[in-house]
Nanobody
């Protein structure tokens, strides 16, 4: 199983970016999918998660600005980021709880995509 993230880049404060993360491989089902981020010199933190039924959870710092969604048919999770701030800068990782046909359930992580917000 692999998670491939994309969509990061450089944007000015107030701008928008959309991240995507697609899971591939021998997947039986996917439960929770989410996004985490790690700013330089800081620990990785939760940004947002979404369950298979569409229940979402957000970090307080992104509520009202970021929207997480998923396409279950495509095994893909998205993060729409609006009104970006310089403090949103960091490496964004996707993660998913995936039940594989052979290995069983486990947590998988993508490779990270860099988001840089300039002031």
């Amino acid at each position: 199983v692999q998670l491939q993230a994309s969509g990061g880049g450089l944007v000015q404060a107030g701008g928008s970016l959309r991240l995507s993360c697609a899971a591939s491989g021998s997947i039986f089902s996917i439960n929770v999918m989410g996004w985490y981020r790690q700013a330089p010199g800081k620990q990785r933190e939760l940004v947002a998660t979404v369950t298979s039924s569409g229940i979402t959870n957000y970090a307080d710092s992104v509520k009202g600005r970021f929207t997480i969604s998923r396409d279950n048919a495509k095994n893909t999770v998205y993060l729409q980021m609006n009104s970006l701030k310089p403090e949103d800068t960091g490496l964004y990782f996707c993660a998913a709880d995936i039940d594989c046909a052979v290995e069983g359930p486990a947590e998988y992580w993508g490779q990270g995509t860099l988001v840089t917000v300039s002031s």
